[in-house]
């Protein structure tokens, strides 16, 4: 296979039907300077992501060689006066990791160990001086997530939340305190079977 940019962009028509993104990279390229540049485990950090051509190539390297690698790829808003709605991290970026990951044009799909999971993340910037008004619980949640279990899961609508287990103790996220919640903090050891809990 050729490492072109014709590579590319035939790639980004197989995954969407259309020629949705110019310019991607050739994934044969990227994997074959991974494949040279990092060990089975690394984390791969991507910060002009496009249109997700090395997340792709982790995939496609994990499979062949049976590594473990993790990629994070970053993106910034390109939205235009032209198309002030299209987001190339979400609409394309994302999406061409959903299809990969999933399989496409009868191409088969990746399990969780090959990394053919992701999460979608949008981050907010607040200034320090902004912080006690802007943040969420919402914020600190997927923060403590990403911190302790290396995932995101998505927050559910609960005021006591369960993050991971280490042992025999859960971790937990408690976004409003009031009698419900300390109610359910009080009982979730027994009724969890842990011998301790640790409350954000």
């Known amino acids: 296979v050729s490492s072109t940019n014709q590579e590319g962009a035939r790639i980004v ?10 310019y991607a990279k050739p994934p044969s390229l990227i994997k074959n300077l991974l494949d040279q540049a990092t060990k089975s485990n690394d984390i791969i950090f991507d910060f002009f992501a496009g249109s997700g051509t090395t997340g792709q190539a982790v995939l496609e390297l994990n499979a062949e060689d049976g590594g473990q690698r993790r990629y994070i790829l970053c993106s910034s808003t390109e939205a235009t006066s032209k198309e002030p709605d299209k987001n190339v991290c979400r609409d394309v970026c994302a999406e061409r990791m959903r299809r990969v ?9 990746f399990s969780p160990e090959q990394g053919g999971e992701f999460t979608y993340l949008q981050l907010d910037k607040i200034t320090p001086a902004d912080l006690p008004f802007e943040a969420t619980a919402k914020h600190a949640g997927e923060l403590l997530s990403l911190r302790l279990t290396h995932t995101l899961k998505p927050l559910q609508e609960t005021a006591v939340q369960h993050i991971a287990r280490s042992a025999d103790c859960d971790i937990l996220f408690c976004a409003q305190v009031d009698e419900a919640s300390i109610a359910v903090l009080a009982d979730w050891a027994q009724t969890n079977g842990v011998a301790r809990i640790a409350v954000y």
Request: charged residues 20%; aromatic residues 16%; neutral net charge.
């Open 13 to 22: 028509t197989e995954i969407f039907g259309d020629r949705a993104f110019n």
């Open 101 to 109: 990951s999933a399989g496409y044009a009868a191409k088969p799909g």
